[in-house]
């Protein structure tokens, strides 16, 4: 093969490296270019003239912009389908392939459709195949068949995606002379800037210019390089969201394939230069009919030569420089048509390309190459994406930004015309009053508001140059490349009725290819103007919107960021092969083999399941039993101390929102639980209620859930195995009965508490540890009920045990419809009181008789078990109840349910049918109750004399342990287990959870506070601790050791009586992490969208934010010259943004460090 | 992504917030009628243009805020806590009732 | 019922081919006649499709559609054009499944072709609860005749091969509903065949016309002011999309909703790989191939009210993220273009349909992000409603006094079960 034929020598201004030859194929044959080329310049040079196929009729296309908004060259490179070949650089083994051509590019079966062409105009397919119907989708398959595009993977390919969070004052969208002006100027104030460019260098249409041109580009990269400005090359700005919220995608890095980052600017200046309009004429397609820009760029920046014998037809300068720039390399300039003076091109005529050229009034040139200039398109996409609509200019032939919002600023060829200088003062001048704009809010303070908008006014206006108003010329020709949509075809559907722009787009699909319109709009408009006999003004134009170029669906979702939570006690299950439940972010182990026989062993001997996921929420104050009056259904004024209580809350609606326990361990001082996908939602239903509606009441709420590792020890054993590892608790029924709830020490765990209560339905131990004892207390159970036959069991078992004893399952065995006595929950309700949350819902339906109601059923044949969701039915088909819970009881040896049924089925003893699956039906009968299994709740009471007789265990000592993963070398320092290595590398994440953390809440302004930190601060105590103001009265005291009684002494001491002051200990609620090193902010701007930059977050900044997803506490505590962050979370998600604080740090080379000092 | 401008903790994106609802008063459940009760529960005012709001700034200060909210521009134009209730107050504040007024269900195809 | 002015065929496409003939409008442009039987407001597939009915199957023809934009360019424009009657209540199974009957015969119905591809629609469960709703849903739909099952990943992957069935994933797929009726269709088609059909019928459709007030007088509606004049008429019918509220505020009659945006996308195209829709309520997706090869996405609404349809970008970024748990092999393919469109949400995630306090006031609002598939069936028992004067047994349940009477419709149910 012969290379370069086309390949020019030297240019002044050209981006290739001709010492770095890069080898790929092109259909299948070995290809050359050079470092540098784009797809499209390396085959042009190869003498390559034909592309692709258009997407509809097949008809071979060449290069019209050899640019970035190319339609010409969309081709496939290796498993990537759709890659903008003129603007993607070869890569030495990329196999390239043309695309919607088979069996090759030169010889396309489907171009048969150019000679059906005519029959297939817009919009024909819905006017045919509609007879006979039963033939549509055999039809359908062929239509799918010309689906144009690459080819989608049929496996993940080797590639990765990121994504970072930026903030900067003025963010520049456009490298050329006037975005760099901009950024300049706007940096010289002090802003801190963004330049962005869809090129691999900054310069924009000055790099394919003349020596003058390629000067000032210099003169402006250098200064560039010299200032203080972020420059994001090979990178699009592809969106501009409300809140000036800006999408980069970056190409051309080192760690990934592409990035997106996510940008908040203060202000946003617009400047992407000009798109080029192809004229529309008849053959404007043909390969060899080029856009001036296209050879210009091809000429001076690729050194190609893009034909031997050129027609230009030109309406401005631009045109004319092409026409030098074509004589000047040796292309044989046979005729220049110039619009300026009545000049038009009629038509083009080639077979499979350019042959020769017809102009108007005159003769027909042969030539290979038809160059045209006539006019631009302002790509406003980014100014529409923030509100503005283009204003057309009838004069200057193009659209120009409308009225922008305040904090979005457009410069530079968009804006309106000049010289080079004018447009870079113009540039400049756009910067400095994007930067002005943010004079107020330098202060980075939180508070600190924006100065007032100047406008737009002091910027001096660019002219706006008269150009012809060129759009289509005599005959007919392609206005969308993409769509293959014609004038002809545009007229045609305005006559037929759809007549507004958005109709004929919508009809005829112009604009919507994956040009986006950035070709296509003006000569759309102005074609369909015509039709309907209007003007290009009143027409309007189509809203573009985002993005403002292709974004991978990669980079849209970067590193997925799904947050994962596990128990203390994961490990085990993990070692035990446990199969694993996902429920929400836990991860929880369904079962370990058998459930059937998990279950069993609960009701013969012992069993122990791992409930840590349960919500729990300390409640501490006087007005706790008022407030639990309020969401829950039933009362709670006289709750002792020592005892507990199943608790309903409603939501106002009357319907079941979630159930629980909630025990009275103190006089103010209250635990409740909540299920587990509720946990969340019942925390903020409380504070909602006391923050808008009961402010006056004194409650502090602290959410627990994993501060606790949570078991159920269940089981006619439990008692005699828990009297082996608790010895300061007496276990007997009369002083321990059910229902109550007592402060424990567990397996020489000092802090647990306990409540009986009896979900299984059996003699049953809640115990609630601190978490980084968790697997210490598990594990010394198994251990000590080894011979009372202890077993775990998993959710799954606890399914069967809950549905033998008729315990319902908000969410299960309620829906989002169903009110609290539907749910045969009257015993829970008490009318009688004041007021709770969805209380006259409750007493309407109560009123009424017409709502279905939970029962147990059973089927008559006890060895069918109706799969969940089987439908009641009575006649054929008349629903009147459905199962809603139902599994084979290992217990009774039967198949057992729950369900609703209507109003007049309920009565027990009622035969009903239920319709499985299959479309069997079977009868089953409705239970008296809905517990199978011991409905008078003997078992769970075990009210039984025991002579609590105890063979003691010793237990293993506590140590405590992270739940984050020790690496080796490790040891147990202060009584917990931690990595001791010492790391010397520059950037080190390192696990501090061993850290005491004491949670501090007290009225927002007073001692307390003043003693503390104010809020957003974090200042070191004199004991050496770091008090941090993470919220409104509310800190978190890091520190060496968590003495609760001592700090709340301490501060009962400064607070005056009225005022609540609550103190817990966190330290197993909360992990710990300490990231340090000068690239920490970096590492952390991948994760986290705080700006982080030292004058919005200095040194002893502490707040609560996301962090990969998860709610996390961080304070910006810097060591011995180094930045370094503290990052605290729920005690569950320690491991899982430990993972992600590692992964985000990869590419900084991050180590891990050990527990240290 | 917009912003809001939470007073405990300065601007930070709406994701860290959750979306409550429009404010509205809760009536005297001893006394609404089915009408005034469901009205609560249901009816919305649903305006293009500025609205007050209840929102959550769930992953910060964990604060209900009052949120005054253009519905078409999506600008905010103040924001407060939901301070307590002052009984002589004609527009005292009040919560959303019930489970949050939820953004649809998730599936909706 | 008479046909359409000319008939679209291939005969005829052959024939315009050749001669070059023009075609004759779709539908033809009006002054504003000063009254009518019925005023319908909204020219989306509702509105157009209660306009139609009442013509064809009541005879009634003097209606006008009056639409402030261009017809079709609000939800009927905006939507992911899935077709599907897989819903869990009876009364919703029954309503959605005489919608995809009508769906089925429309393109021969109207002679146009609306391209209703019934390739099959699969929502994939991806935990124990969900797997549930899907088999109360697939019990329930296949008591009322429709198609409608529970498979397992195996068949799942059988069907649509692109699918990740694998346990790898974060949210390993357990099982499907599978629904083989389910589909998309061409939405513009069904505006623009509705639109073209009640023309020719003698429907008045008047674009780029905005009401900006309703008449009541004693408690009855009078008519309709519009920004081209008024309209007398003793019946006027709410079917906005979005903009509900405030219309029916213009009557007095304040609705149960909240407008949500609800935002889409769309792909580059490649050659078909995807056979069915795909649904994940888990993850928050829908998606589907179009013909031309452009993948085509949606995903619950925005997380609070709003009238913009800018879109956002964490929409697209979830949208990503999901898709790609998915399937995987999809990271390459790039997004061309997103875009919103507003969703009236109510408390039960119904529609409301029917009569009002006032009298000859109607409404059919409140679709949320079922409305599209709706608009067949909901056009054609409004107009009923409209003719005969009584609300059709198909729609008695989503009457808006339920709201105050407290009986929401089910499917919240669902929606509460199986988020």
Redesign the interface.
């Given at each position: 093969m012969t290379h370069d034929v086309m390949r020019l020598s030297a240019q002044p201004g050209e981006v290739i490296d001709r010492a770095r030859h890069v080898r790929f194929t092109w259909n299948g044959a070995p290809r050359r270019g050079f470092e540098g080329d784009t797809i499209a310049s390396a085959l042009a040079a190869d003498g390559v003239r034909v592309f692709s196929r258009s997407f509809k009729y097949h008809r071979p296309r060449g290069l019209l912009t050899a640019g970035f908004h190319e339609p010409g060259c969309m081709v496939q490179v290796d498993?990537?389908?759709?890659v903008r070949g003129a603007h993607r650089r070869v890569r030495d083994g990329m196999v390239v392939c043309a695309q919607n051509a088979w069996p090759s590019l030169r010889f396309d079966v489907k171009a048969a459709n150019q000679l059906?062409g005519?029959?297939l105009?817009s919009g024909?397919?819905?006017?045919?195949?509609?007879?006979p119907?039963q033939l549509?989708?055999a039809y359908?398959r062929v239509?799918?068949?010309f689906?144009?595009?690459?080819?989608?993977?049929?496996?993940?390919?080797d590639?990765t995606?990121d994504q970072r969070f930026a903030h900067t004052d003025v963010l520049v969208a456009g490298g050329g002379p006037a975005g760099m002006a901009a950024a300049l100027a706007a940096a010289d104030t002090g802003a801190r800037v963004m330049l962005v460019d869809e090129e691999p260098a900054l310069g924009g249409h000055l790099r394919w210019g003349g020596a003058a041109q390629l000067a000032v580009v210099h003169e402006l990269r250098n200064a560039i390089a010299a200032a203080d400005i972020e420059v994001l090359t090979d990178a699009v700005v592809t969106?501009r969201?409300?809140?000036n919220?800006i999408?980069v995608l970056q190409r051309g890095l080192p760690h990934v394939t592409e990035r997106?980052v996510?940008v908040?600017t203060r202000s946003l200046v617009v400047a992407p230069g000009l798109v080029e309009r192809p004229y529309v004429f008849a053959g404007n397609d043909l390969p060899g009919v080029m856009l001036s820009t296209g050879v210009r760029r091809l000429v001076n920046l690729y050194a190609v030569r893009p034909g031997t014998a050129a027609v230009v037809f030109t309406a401005n300068a631009d045109g004319d420089a092409a026409a030098e720039d074509l004589a000047r390399v040796g292309v044989d300039v046979r005729h220049v048509v110039d619009a300026r003076s009545g000049g038009d091109i009629v038509r083009a005529r080639g077979r499979g390309g350019l042959q020769a050229v017809e102009c108007a009034g005159g003769p027909t040139i042969e030539c290979d190459l038809l160059v045209t200039a006539t006019g631009w398109t302002a790509p406003t996409s980014l100014l529409n994406?923030a509100?503005a609509r283009p204003v057309y200019h009838p004069e200057a032939a193009r659209f120009l930004p409308g009225t922008l919002p305040d904090d979005v600023l457009a410069t530079g060829g968009i804006a309106g015309d000049g010289s080079l200088e004018q447009i870079v003062d113009h540039g400049r001048e756009t910067g400095r009053a994007a930067a002005r704009r943010l004079a107020g809010s330098r202060a980075g303070?939180?508070?600190a508001e924006a100065a007032a908008p100047e406008g737009n006014a002091q910027i001096p206006a660019l002219q706006v140059q008269r150009h012809p108003a060129l759009f289509k010329g005599t005959t007919d020709g392609f206005v969308d490349y993409s769509e293959d949509v014609t004038s002809k075809e545009l007229v045609?559907a305005v006559?037929?009725?759809?007549d507004?722009i958005?109709?004929a787009k919508?009809?005829t699909t112009a604009t919507?290819g994956?040009v986006?319109g950035k070709l296509e709009t003006v000569n759309t408009v102005a074609v369909v103007a015509e039709a309907t006999g209007s003007d290009v003004e009143r027409t309007g134009t189509t809203v573009w919107?985002?993005?403002y170029a292709?974004?991978?669906?990669?980079?849209?979702?970067?590193r997925?960021h799904?947050p994962?939570r596990r128990s203390p006690m994961h490990s085990w299950h993990a070692d035990q092969g446990a199969a694993p439940?996902?429920?929400g972010a836990w991860i929880r182990p369904d079962h370990y083999g058998d459930p059937p026989a998990e279950a069993r062993n609960v009701r013969d001997a012992v069993g122990i399941i791992d409930v840590t996921p349960l919500g729990k929420l300390d409640l501490r104050g006087p007005h706790v039993p008022e407030l639990l009056n309020q969401v829950y259904v039933n009362k709670w004024s006289k709750l002792a101390v020592g005892s507990v209580r199943y608790g309903v809350m409603c939501?106002?609606?009357g319907?079941v929102?979630d159930d629980g326990v909630t025990g009275r361990l103190d006089t103010d001082h209250y635990i409740m639980t909540t299920t587990s996908s509720g946990a969340l939602?019942v925390w903020?239903w409380i504070?909602?209620?006391l923050?808008?509606?009961r402010?006056?009441w004194q409650v502090h709420v602290t959410p627990v859930t994993t501060a606790y590792a949570s078991m159920n020890v269940a089981g006619p054993r439990s008692r005699e195995l828990l009297a082996r590892v608790v010895d300061d608790v007496a276990l007997d029924p009369a002083r321990f009965g059910y229902m109550r709830v007592r402060a424990a020490t567990v397996a020489g765990v000092a802090g647990c508490f306990m409540w009986r209560i009896g979900f299984t339905g059996e003699l049953s131990y809640e115990i609630h540890v601190p978490s980084g004892y968790g697997l210490h207390v598990w594990t010394s159970l198994l251990a000590a009920g080894r011979d009372l036959g202890i077993r775990a069991f998993g959710v799954e078992a606890q399914r069967i045990l809950r549905l033998e004893k008729g315990h319902a399952i908000v969410?299960?065995d309620t829906?989002?419809?169903?009110q609290a006595y539907g749910a045969d929950l009257a015993w829970a309700i008490k009318l009688d009181k004041?007021?709770f949350?969805?209380?006259?819902?409750l007493v309407?339906q109560r009123a009424r008789d017409d709502y279905e109601r939970l029962v147990g059923l059973q089927p008559v044949d006890a060895a069918v078990v109706p799969?969940?969701?089987?439908?009641i039915?009575e006649g054929t088909?008349t629903?009147v109840g459905?199962i809603t819970s139902s599994r084979m009881s290992p217990t009774l040896g039967r198949s057992i349910c729950l369900g609703y049924v209507a109003p007049h089925l309920a009565t027990p003893g009622t035969r009903v049918t239920v319709?499985l699956?299959g479309?069997v039906r079977i009868p089953a009968r409705v239970m008296p109750e809905l517990a199978h299994v011991d409905p008078g709740g003997l078992r769970l009471r075990a009210e039984h004399p025991w002579d609590g007789a105890t063979r003691a265990v010793p237990s293993a000592p506590a140590i405590a342990r992270s739940p984050i993963p020790v690496t080796e070398p490790a040891g147990v320092v202060d009584g917990w287990y931690v990595g001791t290595h010492r790391s010397p590398s520059p950037l080190r994440l390192s696990d501090r959870t061993a850290m005491g953390k004491t949670w501090i809440r007290a009225p927002r302004e007073g001692a307390i506070a003043a003693t503390l930190s104010p809020?957003?601060r974090a200042v070191r105590m004199a004991d050496g601790s770091l008090a941090c103001g993470f919220?409104?009265g509310e800190w978190m005291v890091l520190g060496p050791s968590a003495d609760v009684q001592q700090t709340l002494d301490r501060l009962r001491e400064l607070a005056t009586e009225s005022e609540l002051v609550t103190v817990i200990d966190q330290t197993h609620g909360r992990a710990l992490l300490r990231l340090t090193g000068d690239d920490a902010a970096l590492v952390l701007s991948k994760i986290c969208?705080i700006d982080l930059h030292p004058r919005a977050t200095p040194d002893a900044t502490a707040?609560?934010?996301?962090v990969a997803g998860v709610?996390t506490d961080l304070v910006r505590d810097d060591h011995g010259g180094e930045a370094s962050y503290l990052l605290g979370c729920e005690w569950s998600s320690g491991q899982y943004l430990f993972d992600e604080v590692l992964a985000a740090g990869a590419e900084f080379d991050i180590a891990v460090d050990g527990f240290g000092p | 992504?917009?912003?809001l401008h939470c007073p405990?903790?300065?601007?930070?994106?709406?994701?860290?917030f959750?979306y409550?609802g429009e404010r509205h008063i809760?009536p005297d459940?001893?006394v609404?009628d089915?009408t005034t009760?469901r009205s609560?529960?249901y009816l919305r005012d649903n305006p293009a243009g500025w609205t007050d709001e209840?929102w959550?700034h769930?992953?910060?200060?964990?604060?209900?805020l009052v949120v005054e909210r253009h519905t078409v521009?999506?600008e905010i134009r103040s924001i407060r806590?939901?301070?307590?209730?002052v009984a002589s107050e004609a527009d005292a504040?009040?919560?959303?009732?019930?489970?949050a007024q939820s953004g649809g269900s998730g599936e909706s195809a | 019922m008479s046909p359409p002015r000319t008939r679209?065929?291939?005969l005829?496409?052959?024939r315009r081919?050749?001669t070059t003939t023009?075609?004759?409008?779709?539908?033809?442009s009006h002054e504003i006649a000063p009254t009518a039987d019925v005023v319908i407001i909204g020219g989306g597939v509702h509105g157009l499709a209660t306009a139609y009915y009442l013509a064809v199957n009541h005879g009634i023809t003097d209606v006008a559609v009056v639409e402030k934009?261009?017809?079709?360019?609000g939800g009927s424009?905006r939507n992911t054009a899935i077709i599907r009657s897989n819903y869990l209540t009876?009364e919703g199974v029954a309503f959605y499944d005489r919608s995809v009957k009508l769906y089925?015969?429309l393109?021969?119905e109207l002679?146009?072709?609306v391209?209703?591809?019934?390739r099959g629609h699969m929502t994939l469960a991806?935990?124990?609860?969900s797997l549930?709703?899907?088999?109360?849903r697939?019990?329930?739909n296949?008591?009322?005749g429709v198609d409608s099952e529970?498979i397992d990943p195996a068949e799942v992957k059988r069907i649509a091969p692109?699918l990740d069935v694998s346990n790898a994933t974060?949210?390993?797929i357990l099982g499907a509903l599978y629904h083989p009726p389910g589909g998309i269709v061409?939405h513009?088609?069904v505006v623009?065949?509705y639109a073209r059909a009640a023309d020719a019928r003698g429907v008045r459709i008047h674009?780029q016309t905005e009401v900006t007030g309703i008449d009541v007088v004693g408690g009855a509606v009078r008519g309709v002011t519009t920004t081209r004049g008024d309209i007398a008429a003793p019946t006027v019918v709410n079917c906005t999309a979005g903009w509900s509220t405030l219309v029916s505020d213009m009557a007095g009659v304040r609705l149960p909703v909240s407008t949500f945006p609800l935002q889409a996308a769309v792909?580059?195209?490649?050659?078909?790989?995807l056979p069915t829709v795909i649904v994940s309520g888990t993850l928050h997706v829908y998606v589907s191939q179009t013909?031309?090869?452009e993948l085509v996405f949606g995903a619950s609404v925005d997380p609070f009210t709003s009238y913009?349809t800018?879109?956002?970008?964490d929409f697209?970024?979830g949208?990503?993220?999901h898709?790609?748990?998915l399937m995987?092999?999809?990271?390459?393919?790039?997004?061309?273009?997103?875009?919103a469109g507003l969703c009236d949400m109510t408390p039960?995630f119904s529609p409301i349909m029917g009569v009002t306090p006032v009298q000859g006031f109607l409404v059919d609002v409140g679709w949320g992000t079922y409305g599209f598939k709706a608009g067949p069936v909901a056009g054609e028992a409004m107009a009923q409603l409209i003719a005969v004067g009584k609300t059709p047994e198909l729609i008695a349940g989503f009457d808006l006094a339920r709201f105050t009477d407290?009986r929401?419709v089910?499917e919240?149910?669902?929606?509460?079960?199986g988020h």
């Amino acid at each position: 093969m012969t290379h370069d034929v086309m390949r020019l020598s030297a240019q002044p201004g050209e981006v290739i490296d001709r010492a770095r030859h890069v080898r790929f194929t092109w259909n299948g044959a070995p290809r050359r270019g050079f470092e540098g080329d784009t797809i499209a310049s390396a085959l042009a040079a190869d003498g390559v003239r034909v592309f692709s196929r258009s997407f509809k009729y097949h008809r071979p296309r060449g290069l019209l912009t050899a640019g970035f908004h190319e339609p010409g060259c969309m081709v496939q490179v290796d498993e990537e389908p759709n890659v903008r070949g003129a603007h993607r650089r070869v890569r030495d083994g990329m196999v390239v392939c043309a695309q919607n051509a088979w069996p090759s590019l030169r010889f396309d079966v489907k171009a048969a459709n150019q000679l059906v062409g005519r029959f297939l105009t817009s919009g024909f397919y819905y006017k045919t195949f509609m007879a006979p119907p039963q033939l549509w989708p055999a039809y359908e398959r062929v239509l799918r068949r010309f689906a144009a595009g690459g080819v989608a993977p049929t496996t993940p390919p080797d590639v990765t995606y990121d994504q970072r969070f930026a903030h900067t004052d003025v963010l520049v969208a456009g490298g050329g002379p006037a975005g760099m002006a901009a950024a300049l100027a706007a940096a010289d104030t002090g802003a801190r800037v963004m330049l962005v460019d869809e090129e691999p260098a900054l310069g924009g249409h000055l790099r394919w210019g003349g020596a003058a041109q390629l000067a000032v580009v210099h003169e402006l990269r250098n200064a560039i390089a010299a200032a203080d400005i972020e420059v994001l090359t090979d990178a699009v700005v592809t969106g501009r969201y409300d809140g000036n919220w800006i999408a980069v995608l970056q190409r051309g890095l080192p760690h990934v394939t592409e990035r997106l980052v996510k940008v908040r600017t203060r202000s946003l200046v617009v400047a992407p230069g000009l798109v080029e309009r192809p004229y529309v004429f008849a053959g404007n397609d043909l390969p060899g009919v080029m856009l001036s820009t296209g050879v210009r760029r091809l000429v001076n920046l690729y050194a190609v030569r893009p034909g031997t014998a050129a027609v230009v037809f030109t309406a401005n300068a631009d045109g004319d420089a092409a026409a030098e720039d074509l004589a000047r390399v040796g292309v044989d300039v046979r005729h220049v048509v110039d619009a300026r003076s009545g000049g038009d091109i009629v038509r083009a005529r080639g077979r499979g390309g350019l042959q020769a050229v017809e102009c108007a009034g005159g003769p027909t040139i042969e030539c290979d190459l038809l160059v045209t200039a006539t006019g631009w398109t302002a790509p406003t996409s980014l100014l529409n994406m923030a509100g503005a609509r283009p204003v057309y200019h009838p004069e200057a032939a193009r659209f120009l930004p409308g009225t922008l919002p305040d904090d979005v600023l457009a410069t530079g060829g968009i804006a309106g015309d000049g010289s080079l200088e004018q447009i870079v003062d113009h540039g400049r001048e756009t910067g400095r009053a994007a930067a002005r704009r943010l004079a107020g809010s330098r202060a980075g303070t939180a508070n600190a508001e924006a100065a007032a908008p100047e406008g737009n006014a002091q910027i001096p206006a660019l002219q706006v140059q008269r150009h012809p108003a060129l759009f289509k010329g005599t005959t007919d020709g392609f206005v969308d490349y993409s769509e293959d949509v014609t004038s002809k075809e545009l007229v045609g559907a305005v006559a037929e009725g759809y007549d507004s722009i958005e109709l004929a787009k919508r009809y005829t699909t112009a604009t919507m290819g994956p040009v986006q319109g950035k070709l296509e709009t003006v000569n759309t408009v102005a074609v369909v103007a015509e039709a309907t006999g209007s003007d290009v003004e009143r027409t309007g134009t189509t809203v573009w919107r985002p993005p403002y170029a292709p974004v991978s669906l990669g980079a849209l979702a970067g590193r997925i960021h799904e947050p994962v939570r596990r128990s203390p006690m994961h490990s085990w299950h993990a070692d035990q092969g446990a199969a694993p439940l996902i429920a929400g972010a836990w991860i929880r182990p369904d079962h370990y083999g058998d459930p059937p026989a998990e279950a069993r062993n609960v009701r013969d001997a012992v069993g122990i399941i791992d409930v840590t996921p349960l919500g729990k929420l300390d409640l501490r104050g006087p007005h706790v039993p008022e407030l639990l009056n309020q969401v829950y259904v039933n009362k709670w004024s006289k709750l002792a101390v020592g005892s507990v209580r199943y608790g309903v809350m409603c939501a106002e609606d009357g319907v079941v929102l979630d159930d629980g326990v909630t025990g009275r361990l103190d006089t103010d001082h209250y635990i409740m639980t909540t299920t587990s996908s509720g946990a969340l939602g019942v925390w903020e239903w409380i504070e909602n209620w006391l923050q808008t509606e009961r402010p006056g009441w004194q409650v502090h709420v602290t959410p627990v859930t994993t501060a606790y590792a949570s078991m159920n020890v269940a089981g006619p054993r439990s008692r005699e195995l828990l009297a082996r590892v608790v010895d300061d608790v007496a276990l007997d029924p009369a002083r321990f009965g059910y229902m109550r709830v007592r402060a424990a020490t567990v397996a020489g765990v000092a802090g647990c508490f306990m409540w009986r209560i009896g979900f299984t339905g059996e003699l049953s131990y809640e115990i609630h540890v601190p978490s980084g004892y968790g697997l210490h207390v598990w594990t010394s159970l198994l251990a000590a009920g080894r011979d009372l036959g202890i077993r775990a069991f998993g959710v799954e078992a606890q399914r069967i045990l809950r549905l033998e004893k008729g315990h319902a399952i908000v969410g299960q065995d309620t829906d989002g419809l169903t009110q609290a006595y539907g749910a045969d929950l009257a015993w829970a309700i008490k009318l009688d009181k004041d007021d709770f949350a969805g209380k006259p819902e409750l007493v309407w339906q109560r009123a009424r008789d017409d709502y279905e109601r939970l029962v147990g059923l059973q089927p008559v044949d006890a060895a069918v078990v109706p799969p969940e969701a089987s439908q009641i039915v009575e006649g054929t088909s008349t629903i009147v109840g459905r199962i809603t819970s139902s599994r084979m009881s290992p217990t009774l040896g039967r198949s057992i349910c729950l369900g609703y049924v209507a109003p007049h089925l309920a009565t027990p003893g009622t035969r009903v049918t239920v319709l499985l699956p299959g479309g069997v039906r079977i009868p089953a009968r409705v239970m008296p109750e809905l517990a199978h299994v011991d409905p008078g709740g003997l078992r769970l009471r075990a009210e039984h004399p025991w002579d609590g007789a105890t063979r003691a265990v010793p237990s293993a000592p506590a140590i405590a342990r992270s739940p984050i993963p020790v690496t080796e070398p490790a040891g147990v320092v202060d009584g917990w287990y931690v990595g001791t290595h010492r790391s010397p590398s520059p950037l080190r994440l390192s696990d501090r959870t061993a850290m005491g953390k004491t949670w501090i809440r007290a009225p927002r302004e007073g001692a307390i506070a003043a003693t503390l930190s104010p809020r957003g601060r974090a200042v070191r105590m004199a004991d050496g601790s770091l008090a941090c103001g993470f919220g409104p009265g509310e800190w978190m005291v890091l520190g060496p050791s968590a003495d609760v009684q001592q700090t709340l002494d301490r501060l009962r001491e400064l607070a005056t009586e009225s005022e609540l002051v609550t103190v817990i200990d966190q330290t197993h609620g909360r992990a710990l992490l300490r990231l340090t090193g000068d690239d920490a902010a970096l590492v952390l701007s991948k994760i986290c969208a705080i700006d982080l930059h030292p004058r919005a977050t200095p040194d002893a900044t502490a707040l609560r934010t996301q962090v990969a997803g998860v709610t996390t506490d961080l304070v910006r505590d810097d060591h011995g010259g180094e930045a370094s962050y503290l990052l605290g979370c729920e005690w569950s998600s320690g491991q899982y943004l430990f993972d992600e604080v590692l992964a985000a740090g990869a590419e900084f080379d991050i180590a891990v460090d050990g527990f240290g000092p | 992504m917009i912003e809001l401008h939470c007073p405990n903790c300065g601007r930070r994106n709406v994701s860290e917030f959750r979306y409550v609802g429009e404010r509205h008063i809760r009536p005297d459940p001893d006394v609404a009628d089915p009408t005034t009760w469901r009205s609560y529960l249901y009816l919305r005012d649903n305006p293009a243009g500025w609205t007050d709001e209840t929102w959550l700034h769930r992953a910060g200060c964990r604060r209900y805020l009052v949120v005054e909210r253009h519905t078409v521009s999506n600008e905010i134009r103040s924001i407060r806590e939901a301070m307590p209730v002052v009984a002589s107050e004609a527009d005292a504040p009040h919560a959303q009732p019930g489970r949050a007024q939820s953004g649809g269900s998730g599936e909706s195809a | 019922m008479s046909p359409p002015r000319t008939r679209y065929s291939a005969l005829a496409l052959v024939r315009r081919g050749l001669t070059t003939t023009p075609w004759p409008r779709v539908w033809r442009s009006h002054e504003i006649a000063p009254t009518a039987d019925v005023v319908i407001i909204g020219g989306g597939v509702h509105g157009l499709a209660t306009a139609y009915y009442l013509a064809v199957n009541h005879g009634i023809t003097d209606v006008a559609v009056v639409e402030k934009g261009y017809i079709g360019g609000g939800g009927s424009g905006r939507n992911t054009a899935i077709i599907r009657s897989n819903y869990l209540t009876p009364e919703g199974v029954a309503f959605y499944d005489r919608s995809v009957k009508l769906y089925e015969r429309l393109a021969a119905e109207l002679n146009f072709n609306v391209m209703f591809s019934q390739r099959g629609h699969m929502t994939l469960a991806h935990n124990d609860s969900s797997l549930r709703t899907m088999r109360w849903r697939a019990e329930v739909n296949k008591l009322q005749g429709v198609d409608s099952e529970v498979i397992d990943p195996a068949e799942v992957k059988r069907i649509a091969p692109p699918l990740d069935v694998s346990n790898a994933t974060r949210y390993p797929i357990l099982g499907a509903l599978y629904h083989p009726p389910g589909g998309i269709v061409r939405h513009d088609a069904v505006v623009w065949g509705y639109a073209r059909a009640a023309d020719a019928r003698g429907v008045r459709i008047h674009q780029q016309t905005e009401v900006t007030g309703i008449d009541v007088v004693g408690g009855a509606v009078r008519g309709v002011t519009t920004t081209r004049g008024d309209i007398a008429a003793p019946t006027v019918v709410n079917c906005t999309a979005g903009w509900s509220t405030l219309v029916s505020d213009m009557a007095g009659v304040r609705l149960p909703v909240s407008t949500f945006p609800l935002q889409a996308a769309v792909t580059e195209p490649v050659r078909p790989f995807l056979p069915t829709v795909i649904v994940s309520g888990t993850l928050h997706v829908y998606v589907s191939q179009t013909d031309r090869g452009e993948l085509v996405f949606g995903a619950s609404v925005d997380p609070f009210t709003s009238y913009s349809t800018r879109g956002s970008l964490d929409f697209t970024e979830g949208l990503a993220a999901h898709v790609l748990q998915l399937m995987p092999q999809l990271s390459q393919l790039r997004v061309l273009r997103q875009w919103a469109g507003l969703c009236d949400m109510t408390p039960d995630f119904s529609p409301i349909m029917g009569v009002t306090p006032v009298q000859g006031f109607l409404v059919d609002v409140g679709w949320g992000t079922y409305g599209f598939k709706a608009g067949p069936v909901a056009g054609e028992a409004m107009a009923q409603l409209i003719a005969v004067g009584k609300t059709p047994e198909l729609i008695a349940g989503f009457d808006l006094a339920r709201f105050t009477d407290g009986r929401l419709v089910g499917e919240k149910g669902a929606a509460a079960v199986g988020h």
